[in-house]
């Protein structure tokens, strides 16, 4: 749990990775994700609101920010799984919205994970375990199903889109053939 809620201040400038947000005496560096920073780039010299998580250790003292208050509580959920840390916790909140993070958990959606830069299979699996208690396992007919649309030729990016609909669609995956059969209308609608 952070100390401070938020900040509330005039945004004087924008770096690469971080912002600094002036009060009346005092100047703060935030370190922010990408798309915040995109965003508060239209903002300069005006007042914004930054919700804020420090981390202070033996060297430092950072404070991240974020422009929505549960992407920041995310952010220190993550932060605080051993092998995440900081940088792996900002890049997942940056790519992911909370709701989207929390369906990538409720499907076991590990690949979704692994396009964040830094993720790793080993972190996303300490993820999961850690959020669900579990390990995510692909059914051996979900690894059927994907093997049959490589072999006809579609990408794994394909696939992976394909796969959270069908995932949508069945509850389980018994009938295999039919399930192709969904997976080749939605992937003919595409092109």
Same mark, same amino acid.
């Given at each position: 749990?952070?100390?401070?809620?938020?900040?509330? +201040?005039?945004?004087?400038?924008?770096?690469?990775?971080?912002?600094?947000?002036?009060?009346?005496?005092?100047?703060?560096?935030?370190?922010?994700?990408?798309?915040?920073?995109?965003?508060?780039?239209?903002?300069?010299?005006?007042?914004?609101?930054?919700?804020?998580?420090? $981390?202070?250790?033996? =060297?430092?003292? &950072?404070?991240?920010?974020?422009?929505?208050? $549960?992407?920041?509580?995310?952010?220190?959920?993550?932060?605080?799984? &051993?092998?995440?840390?900081?940088?792996? #916790?900002?890049?997942?909140?940056?790519?992911?919205?909370?709701?989207?993070?929390? =369906?990538?958990?409720? @499907?076991?959606?590990?690949? #979704?994970?692994?396009?964040?830069?830094?993720? +790793?299979?080993?972190?996303?699996? &300490?993820?999961?375990?850690? &959020?669900?208690?579990?390990?995510?396992?692909?059914?051996? *007919?979900?690894?059927?199903?994907?093997?049959?649309?490589?072999?006809?030729?579609? @990408?794994?990016?394909?696939?992976?889109?394909?796969?959270?609909?069908?995932?949508?669609?069945?509850?389980?995956?018994?009938?295999? =053939? *039919?399930?192709?059969?969904?997976?080749?209308?939605?992937?003919?609608? *595409?092109?």
């Amino acid at each position: 749990m952070s100390l401070f809620h938020f900040i509330e +201040g005039k945004l004087d400038k924008i770096y690469d990775k971080f912002v600094i947000v002036s009060l009346d005496f005092f100047s703060f560096r935030v370190i922010c994700g990408e798309k915040d920073l995109s965003f508060l780039s239209n903002n300069v010299g005006q007042k914004v609101k930054i919700y804020i998580s420090e $981390s202070i250790d033996k =060297e430092e003292i &950072k404070i991240f920010g974020f422009l929505d208050e $549960s992407k920041r509580d995310l952010f220190e959920d993550l932060k605080r799984i &051993k092998g995440v840390g900081e940088k792996i #916790a900002l890049r997942i909140v940056d790519y992911f919205s909370p709701e989207e993070f929390k =369906e990538i958990l409720e @499907s076991e959606d590990i690949n #979704a994970l692994l396009k964040v830069p830094g993720v +790793g299979k080993k972190v996303a699996q &300490k993820i999961f375990l850690e &959020k669900n208690g579990l390990l995510p396992k692909e059914k051996k *007919e979900e690894g059927t199903i994907r093997k049959a649309l490589y072999n006809l030729g579609y @990408s794994k990016e394909e696939v992976d889109e394909v796969m959270k609909e069908i995932r949508k669609e069945f509850k389980d995956f018994e009938n295999v =053939e *039919e399930i192709i059969k969904f997976a080749l209308q939605r992937l003919s609608k *595409e092109l």
